[in-house]
Nanobody, 126 residues
Framework: QVQLVESGGGLVQAGDSLRLSCTAS????????MGWFRQHPGKERQFLAA????????YYADSVKGRFTISRDDAKSTVYMQMDSLMPEDTAVYYC???????????????????WGQGTQVTVSS
């Protein structure tokens, strides 16, 4: 079992930045592929970014490429997502997810991940 806890969400203005954190406990963090997803009200949860267990590979959705950056600190069992140039349409609940050493072709797929955090709200005002 892996327990994930997100933090760092909040209310910001358009153009601002936020850094989300997701801290894991329960298993060896370094063997897990980590992902970030978000969900708008009434919509399906969508992939944003993922980072391989080695940290050597990152994957991004086109909608956030160049604005969001995923990183990990295995010593702290934490994955981060730096979000810059935030826009009102970035308003959503943000979730982190984990699963063991996913193949790169699976890292973007919601159903690939067995473990999920509870989510953190990000609200961007115009």
């Amino acid at each position: 079992q892996v327990q994930l806890v997100e933090s760092g969400g909040g209310l910001v203005q358009a153009g601002d930045s936020l850094r989300l954190s997701c801290t894991a406990s329960g298993r060896t963090f370094s063997i897990y592929t980590m992902g970030w997803f978000r969900q708008h009200p009434g919509k399906e949860r969508q992939f944003l970014a993922a980072i391989s267990y080695s940290g050597g590979s990152t994957y991004y959705a086109d909608s956030v490429k160049g604005r969001f950056t995923i990183s990990r600190d295995d010593a702290k069992s934490t994955v981060y997502m730096q979000m810059d140039s935030l826009m009102p349409e970035d308003t959503a609940v943000y979730y982190c997810a984990a699963d063991r050493a996913l193949p790169s072709s699976w890292a973007r797929t919601l159903n690939s991940y067995a473990y999920w955090g509870q989510g953190t709200q990000v609200t961007v005002s115009s």
